[in-house]
């Protein structure tokens, strides 16, 4: 299996564009997990998906920030209008939780990362 | 809130030494625990996942343990090689809901 997938690796973009990240999960995982990483914060969880359905975005920092998932092999993280503070590595995990709350091993993806200048 | 902490944030030994990496948590209503290992500029990869009835797990040169009524988690790591050279991080799984700790950079010098 390839793992999960992001797209792009690396974005360099300006103030105020749209930004659209993209993440194939493990086929067969049933639960996909977008996370962000900074020095200052850490990892932190922004949104998860269990069959394609949201089920907490609590993580998500505003309303700038949306997330899909139109498919079991699909999901993008948009960031409409991005600011400098949005740059950080971003990652895609996925695991073969079933029902939502059923912890089970995450895979993560390589990261994107974004700079926002 | 579920916090967890992992001290020191930075360990250098020289190689072939036993370490020990600690990770300590607020709330122990957790579900599982996980070790990841994280290299430079890399994802992250899942070493080992503690169900909260377990109290260890194994993996090669790895064991990992749980304590979650006093809220705390160690990896032992036997034999360290410069290959072990990386960032660990412990995250408790709530709800599959991950919290990570900041992680802890490994150097193993030759």
């Known amino acids: 299996d390839a793992g999960v997938i992001q797209s792009p690796r690396h974005e360099v973009t300006e103030m105020g564009q749209e930004v659209t990240l993209r993440c194939k999960p493990i086929s067969g995982h049933n639960s996909l997990f977008w996370y962000r990483q900074t020095m200052m914060r850490g990892l932190e969880l922004l949104i998860y998906f269990n069959n394609n359905v949201p089920i907490d975005d609590s993580g998500m920092p505003e309303d700038r920030f949306s997330a899909k998932m139109p498919n079991a092999s699909f999901s993008t993280l948009k960031i409409q209008p991005s600011e400098p503070r949005d740059s950080a590595v971003y990652f895609c995990a996925s695991s073969l939780a079933q029902i939502a709350g059923a912890g089970s091993t995450q895979y993560f993806g390589p990261g994107t990362r974004l700079t926002v200048l | 809130k579920q916090e967890v902490t992992q001290i020191p944030a930075a360990l250098s030994v020289p190689e072939g030494e036993n370490l020990v990496l600690n990770c300590s948590f607020t709330?122990?209503?957790?579900?599982?625990l996980q070790w990841f290992r994280q290299d430079p500029g890399k994802g992250l990869t899942s070493l080992l996942l503690?169900?909260?009835?377990?109290r260890e797990q194994t993996s090669g040169r790895l064991n990992a343990s749980l304590d979650k009524s006093s809220g705390r988690s160690t990896l032992y790591i036997a034999a360290s090689q410069p290959g072990d050279s990386a960032t660990y991080l412990c995250?408790?799984?709530?709800?599959?809901?991950?919290?990570f700790g900041k992680g802890i950079t490994l150097s193993v010098r030759p």
């Open positions: 503690i169900q909260s009835s377990q």
């Open positions: 995250a408790v799984d709530v709800n599959s809901k991950l919290t």
């Open positions: 709330d122990s209503a957790i579900y599982n």
